[in-house]
C-alpha cells in the first residue's frame, strides 16, 4: 500500500510540450478514498465540469466500499464473511471470478481466503496479533478458494468460519472501475491512480505518463521522495506490492502483510517490492501481491513464463544492496539515472 506514488512529471493543466501537435487541455484533482490517497488527470476538451466528475469519482467508490471494503461493517464482504447474507453483489462476483483464476494463474501464491490468518497474523481491521502456533492447522483448514464458489446467484462456503479478504486486490479494482467511468465519458487520455495503482488510458499529449517507483526503504515514508527509477507508460496498468511499509517487528523479526496461504506464515525473502504491469490494474495488483509471496526467483520464473506481465523488482542482495531485476520487454521504458 502507497509503496509507489504517482509523480506528475508533467505537470500543468494545459500541455504546451513541443510534441503536442494542438493544445490538449488536461484536468485534475485529487483526494482521500478507501483510507488512502488518489489523484487523476484527465483530457478534458469537452470541459466537463471538474468538481462534478470528482463527485462522481467519489460516489462511485463510495460505493465500492460499500461492497468490499473490510473496513464498513455493513459491506457487502463483511455480511458474508459473517454469513449474514450469501448473496453477492456485481463488485463482490467480478472480483472473487477474477480471483479464484489469479489463484489458479499463481499455483496458489495468491488465495483470498487468506482472511483468518491475516486477523491472526494482527493485518486485519483491528490490528491485534494472536497467532499462535497451536492455531496454525485449524487456521489452515479455512484457506483454499476452492471451498467457496458462487453458484446460481449465491455464495456457497465449505466451512462457515471462512473469511474472505480482498485487499490485495481490491484497489487495483477500484483503478478499474473508476476507468470505466471515464471510459463511458468518452475521455481518451486519463491516468487513474488511488493508492500508488495506476491505469493510464492513451498518452499524454504524444508522451507516455511518467511513473515514479520508490525506493524500498523502510524509513522512505514519503511516497515519491526517493525514487528507484520511473517507468514511462501507455494503455496499461501499473501495482505494487512491498513489504517495507507495512509490516512490524516483534523480538527482533519482521513480519510482512503477505501470508504465505501454503505455509500460514508472513512471506519472508529478499524480494522488497514488486512492480506489475498488466492490461487491468485488478489483475496487475493481485499478481503484484503473489511475486511477494513467491519470492524473487519463483515470481521471476512466472513473470518469464507469463509474457502478459512486466515487472520491475527491487531485491536484496547479500550485502543489503538494493538490486533490481526487469523483464526484459520493459527495459526500453524505465529510467534508472537517478
Ligand atoms: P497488497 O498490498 O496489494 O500486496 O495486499 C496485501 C493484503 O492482501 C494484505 O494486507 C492482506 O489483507 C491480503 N493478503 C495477504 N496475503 C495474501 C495472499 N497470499 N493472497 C491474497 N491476499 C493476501
Ligand atoms: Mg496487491
Known amino acids: 500500500m502507497n509503496s509507489l506514488r504517482l509523480i506528475i512529471l508533467?505537470?500543468?493543466?494545459?500541455?504546451?510540450?513541443?510534441?503536442?501537435?494542438?493544445?490538449?487541455?488536461?484536468?485534475?484533482?485529487?483526494?482521500?478514498?478507501?483510507?488512502?490517497?488518489?489523484?487523476?488527470i484527465f483530457e478534458n476538451p469537452r470541459r466537463f465540469n471538474v468538481a462534478a466528475i470528482q463527485d462522481e469519482v467519489e460516489q462511485i467508490l463510495?460505493?465500492?466500499?460499500?461492497?468490499?471494503?473490510?473496513?464498513?461493517?455493513s459491506s457487502v464482504l463483511c455480511r458474508?464473511?459473517?454469513?449474514?447474507?450469501?448473496?453477492?453483489?456485481?463488485?463482490?462476483?467480478?472480483?472473487?471470478?477474477?480471483?479464484?483464476?489469479?489463484?489458479a494463474l499463481t499455483g496458489g501464491a495468491f488465495d483470498v481466503t487468506v482472511g483468518p490468518l491475516v486477523r491472526?497474523?494482527?493485518?486485519?481491521?483491528?490490528?491485534?496479533?494472536n497467532f499462535r502456533e497451536t492455531d496454525r492447522d485449524s487456521l489452515m483448514q479455512l484457506v483454499g478458494i476452492e471451498k467457496v464458489d458462487i453458484?446460481?446467484?449465491?455464495?456457497?462456503?465449505?466451512?462457515?468460519r471462512i473469511s474472505l479478504d480482498f485487499n490485495a486486490i481490491a484497489k487495483g479494482y477500484s483503478v478499474?472501475?473508476?476507468?470505466?467511468?471515464?471510459?463511458?465519458?468518452?475521455?481518451?487520455?486519463?491516468?487513474?491512480?488511488?493508492?500508488?495503482?495506476?491505469?493510464?488510458?492513451?498518452?499524454?499529449?504524444?508522451?507516455?505518463?511518467?511513473?515514479?517507483?520508490?525506493k524500498p526503504a523502510d524509513?522512505?515514508?514519503?511516497?515519491?521522495?526517493?525514487?528507484?527509477?520511473?517507468?514511462?507508460?501507455?494503455d496499461r496498468s501499473l501495482a505494487t506490492s512491498g513489504n517495507y511499509r507495512r509490516f512490524y517487528m516483534e523480538d527482533g523479526v519482521k513480519y510482512s502483510h503477505t501470508i504465505d496461504p501454503k505455509t500460514g506464515y508472513p512471506s519472508k525473502n529478499r524480494l522488497l517490492s514488486a512492480t506489475i504491469l498488466a492490461s487491468d490494474c485488478?489483475?496487475?495488483?493481485?499478481?503484484?501481491?503473489a511475486c511477494m509471496v513467491m519470492g524473487k526467483e519463483r515470481a521471476i520464473e512466472f513473470i518469464e513464463r507469463n509474457p502478459e506481465f512486466d515487472a520491475f523488482l527491487i531485491y536484496s542482495d547479500d550485502q543489503g544492496n538494493y538490486r533490481t531485476w526487469i523483464s526484459e520487454k520493459l527495459i526500453q521504458y524505465i529510467d534508472q539515472s537517478r
Open 10 to 40: 508533467l505537470t500543468g493543466i494545459l500541455c504546451f510540450d513541443s510534441s503536442c501537435r494542438e493544445k490538449t487541455e488536461y484536468s485534475k484533482f485529487s483526494g482521500f478514498a478507501q483510507g488512502t490517497t488518489y489523484s487523476m
Open 62 to 73: 463510495t460505493g465500492f466500499d460499500l461492497s468490499l471494503s473490510l473496513y464498513v461493517d
Open 80 to 103: 458474508i464473511n459473517r454469513n449474514e447474507t450469501d448473496i453477492p453483489d456485481e463488485y463482490f462476483t467480478e472480483v472473487f471470478r477474477r480471483s479464484k483464476e489469479i489463484s
Open 120 to 129: 491472526a497474523w494482527g493485518f486485519g481491521p483491528d490490528a491485534h496479533k
Open 151 to 160: 453458484r446460481n446467484g449465491r455464495i456457497l462456503k465449505a466451512d462457515p
Open 176 to 214: 478499474d472501475v473508476i476507468s470505466r467511468f471515464f471510459d463511458r465519458k468518452g475521455i481518451k487520455s486519463y491516468l487513474v491512480e488511488i493508492g500508488g495503482e495506476i491505469r493510464a488510458r492513451g498518452d499524454r499529449g504524444g508522451v507516455f505518463w511518467k511513473i515514479g517507483i520508490d
Open 219 to 234: 524509513s522512505n515514508v514519503v511516497p515519491g521522495q526517493d525514487l528507484q527509477a520511473i517507468i514511462s507508460m501507455k
Open 282 to 289: 485488478m489483475t496487475a495488483d493481485g499478481i503484484a501481491t
